[in-house]
Nanobody
Framework: QVQLVESGGGLVQAGGSLRLSCAAS????????MGWFRQAPGKGREFVAG????????YYTDSVKGRFTISRDNANNTVYLQMNSLKPEDTAVYYC???????????????WGRGTQVTVSS
């Protein structure tokens, strides 16, 4: 099973940018579709963005389209989430996980890590 460690979160003003990273262990990283998820205070975890195993297709939840970009570097076992034009409603703990693109919003393969906190001030 792939082990995942998220990083890159922080405190940023509205309109600012952050780049999150998710480092994966193991040789099978490139065989998985990957996703970013987030959980805001008092809310359930939601799908944010997904990318297919070779990076040929990406998917986003409507609220982040045009602002967030998911990418991956299979040579370095890392998936990224570039977040621009951040809004206070983007405040959440962000997680990455493995899955299948078609069902990732409902089911993931791996265990959840600690995530990385993103706080956007108004």
């Amino acid at each position: 099973q792939v082990q995942l460690v998220e990083s890159g979160g922080g405190l940023v003003q509205a309109g600012g940018s952050l780049r999150l990273s998710c480092a994966a262990s193991g040789r099978t990283f490139s065989t998985y579709d990957m996703g970013w998820f987030r959980q805001a205070p008092g809310k359930g975890r939601e799908f944010v963005a997904g990318i297919t195993r070779r990076g040929e297709s990406t998917y986003y939840t409507d609220s982040v389209k045009g602002r967030f970009t998911i990418s991956r570097d299979n040579a370095n076992n890392t998936v990224y989430l570039q977040m621009n034009s951040l809004k206070p409603e983007d405040t959440a703990v962000y997680y990455c996980n493995t899955g299948t693109i078609a069902t990732m919003s409902r089911h993931v393969f791996g265990s959840w890590g600690r995530g990385t906190q993103v706080t956007v001030s108004s």
